[in-house]
């Protein structure tokens, strides 16, 4: 098993500002991924990111919206960059055990 | 392009009963599914998982049934309880990939 904490819980930003959220796991993992969850839809993968090299995001998510970094094998950090409301979101990051394992999230209000 | 559906928001059932959630997909390369609860303010939970090459995958009081014909799963929760009243998510995947496509969830409400 693996468990997995990120910071913030949550957070209001104000519109074109830029949150970083982090996201710890307490043993080695290969892959991490970032997901997002708006309201009333369900989870939608944004990006998978891989220690020491690039994310790979999915369509529709672009790198400089969504910056991700994996310094070492139990962490990584995304940012939402320039924000409207429209991301307002819950932001999860997971990890790699056959996806199995979801961190508490992030809930973002963006105004 | 919703790949995963839950066509039922929400579900209510009595204590003791079953309750059965469904999930329907269309990609038919999907090879591998799982179920996950959610409760507010948490991230989704694995439950239960089941491969292709099975139709029937028991875990305690949870059994999830895979019909690739109909392209249907289903989770069964057997005696249900309270402390099942959360969000419950199916997902699929294509083997190895770990990407995994969620549907919109079910809110299940056990009335004691």
């Known amino acids: 098993s693996a468990v997995i904490s990120q910071k913030p819980s949550r957070d209001i930003c104000q519109r074109g500002t830029s949150l970083t959220i982090q996201c710890q796991v307490d043993?080695?993992?290969?892959?991490m991924f970032w997901y997002r969850q708006q309201p009333g839809q369900s989870l939608t993968l944004i990006a998978t990111?891989?220690?020491?090299?690039?994310?790979?995001?999915e369509s529709g998510f672009v790198i400089d919206k969504f910056p991700i970094s994996r310094p070492n094998l139990t962490f990584s950090t995304l940012t939402v960059s320039n924000m409207s409301p429209e991301d307002s979101s819950i932001y999860l990051c997971?990890?790699?055990?056959?996806?199995?394992?979801f961190g508490p999230g992030t809930r973002l209000t963006v105004l | 392009d919703q790949q995963v559906k839950q066509n039922s928001p929400s579900l209510s059932v009595q204590e003791g009963r079953i309750s059965i959630l469904n999930c329907d997909y269309t990609?038919?390369?999907?090879?591998?599914f799982l179920w996950y609860k959610k409760y507010p303010a948490e991230g989704p939970t694995f439950l239960i998982s089941?491969?292709?090459?099975?139709d029937k995958n028991e875990d305690g009081r949870f059994t999830v049934f895979l019909n690739k014909s109909a392209k249907h799963l289903s989770l069964h929760i057997v005696p249900s309880q309270p402390g099942d009243s959360a969000v419950y998510f199916c997902?699929?995947?294509?083997?190895?990939?770990?990407?995994?496509?969620f549907g919109t969830g079910t809110r299940l409400k056990v009335l004691a």
């Open positions: 997971s990890v790699d055990v056959r996806g199995e394992f």
């Open positions: 990609n038919s390369m999907f090879d591998y």
């Open positions: 089941i491969s292709s090459i099975k």
């Open positions: 043993s080695q993992v290969t892959m």
């Open positions: 990111a891989n220690q020491g090299s690039e994310a790979t995001y």
């Open positions: 997902a699929a995947s294509v083997g190895g990939t770990y990407k995994y496509i």
